[in-house]
């Protein structure tokens, strides 16, 4: 039995009662009730809570989301024939964005909820996948910030609070902290929609990738490929309208009033009609992919000769992708270097109806990664940020003229609030 303060349970009430909700939850109980029992079945409920936070905040940010704002700031997307330019088109965005501000909020709300779950387990045995479920998902809150503002304030605790921003490598330090005390807790995998061993090992692949640690992402992403559970299917577009799939690793599971990436980019007589918000790129519509790339027409497509990103468009029941195996090929191809890792890439591309390439040196192989990333991963946030860790950015946006837009600026609010110090050049 647990014995835990009843207040941590009310929000979790909450939370599991908005499954479905798009409005940001009210974070911290008012009243604090006497000691109860909770038991283990209770703590099931508790992390389903977890989980729909966390999902919710990752799809469900109004007309941009944590999946599309990176195409959209990389230039994969531009905005609907019907909405204004958008800032992130631009790169002039202001320290009053409210997308950056919702973004900021619900990101740490989630980590919030995440804390209050650590600390009903506390220091009591036999709840370790628990644990090691809430631990993923509190990193992927702190993965989600780093990569959009650099260095943030750590909270791992829902009594904590600062007012201060670690650096870039203090929180790099702690997703990878608390990713490989998941995985030593974590059970095997058993269905996408639940944290595993191999969905911490594909994060954490992700993650070693990121920081430069080739030797390990490399270890990680070998192990989930020779784990047996994935493989890379000969139908791209099954990864998108099946949650069966074979290459699905992690993500959050859907129902389709919640799902807001198929409206986003459906054209209105599509038949699941939406408002387009955004629609491909001239250049990602017509010159990205080759002819005979299967996963060209489940990207980018005209309907009704209108312009529209299909990957989203036909399932709004799909799960919502953390890690599929088609980005460990290419995690392991690049950890790998020139020449060892043109094998992985190649089989990748073979899969997806393409050619062998064959890349003169590393400077060329990695011209080639980020180039078939690009295509792989089109439309599930992961470009732009492709483009600022191997410092491209600036040569490929054109209208990024400074590295200081590499990031988003803090929000004005927590500033003023709070006392952050803001990004450079904002």
Avoid at 238 to 254: K, Y
Avoid at 271 to 279: E, L, R
Avoid at 333 to 344: D, H, K, L, S, T
Wanted: charged share 20%; hydrophobic share 40%.
């Amino acid at each position: 039995m647990l014995t835990k303060n009843i207040s941590k349970i009310i929000l979790f009430i909450l939370l599991i009662s908005t499954f479905s909700c798009s409005d940001q939850l009210d974070i911290f109980p008012q009243d604090s009730i006497a000691t109860e029992d909770l038991t283990s079945g209770d703590l099931e409920s508790l992390l389903n809570g977890v989980y729909a936070s966390f999902r919710n905040t990752y799809a469900d940010n109004g007309n941009s989301s944590l999946i599309t704002d990176f195409d959209l700031l990389a230039g994969n997307f531009k905005t609907g024939p019907l909405f204004g330019a958008s800032t992130f088109e631009t790169h002039n965005i202001p320290t009053t964005d409210g997308y950056v501000e919702y973004v900021w909020s619900t990101i740490y709300a989630s980590i919030f909820d995440a804390n209050i779950l650590l600390e009903v387990i506390g220091d009591e045995t036999g709840f370790e996948e628990t644990e090691s479920s809430a631990l993923y998902l509190r990193s992927l809150g702190y993965y989600w910030l780093v990569t959009r503002f650099g260095g943030v304030p750590l909270i791992e605790s829902s009594s904590e609070t600062s007012n201060r921003r670690a650096t870039e490598e203090e929180t790099w330090n702690l997703i990878i902290r608390d990713l490989n005390a998941a995985l030593a807790k974590a059970p095997d995998f058993s269905g996408p929609n639940f944290v595993s061993k191999e969905a911490i090992m594909a994060l954490l692949a992700r993650v070693y990738l990121y920081v430069g640690d080739n030797a390990q992402a490399l270890q990680m992403s070998q192990n989930v490929i020779d784990a047996g559970h994935f493989s890379l299917e000969s139908d791209f577009s099954d990864i998108f309208s099946s949650n069966t799939s074979d290459e699905l690793i992690f993500g959050f599971s859907n129902v389709e009033e919640f799902s807001r990436l198929t409206r986003i980019f459906t054209t209105n007589d599509h038949p699941n009609n939406g408002s387009q918000v955004y629609i491909p790129t001239d250049f990602a519509l017509n010159d990205l992919f080759d002819p005979t790339d299967t996963r060209s027409e489940v990207s980018a497509i005209s309907f009704n000769n209108q312009p529209m990103v299909n990957k989203w468009a036909n399932d709004p029941t799909a799960s919502l992708i953390v890690s599929r195996l088609g980005e460990i090929y290419l995690i392991n191809a690049e950890a790998q270097g020139f020449p060892g890792g043109i094998a992985r890439l190649n089989q990748l591309r073979a899969i997806r109806g393409l050619a062998a390439v064959t890349p003169a040196d590393q400077a060329e192989f990695i011209d080639l990664i980020i180039e078939e990333r690009r295509k792989e991963l089109y439309a599930e946030g992961f470009h732009f940020y492709d483009l600022v860790r191997t410092g491209k950015a600036i040569q490929e946006i054109p209208t990024i003229t400074s590295e200081n837009q590499y990031l988003l600026p803090i929000p004005q609010r927590e500033i003023d609030i709070e006392g952050y110090t803001q990004n450079p050049g904002y």
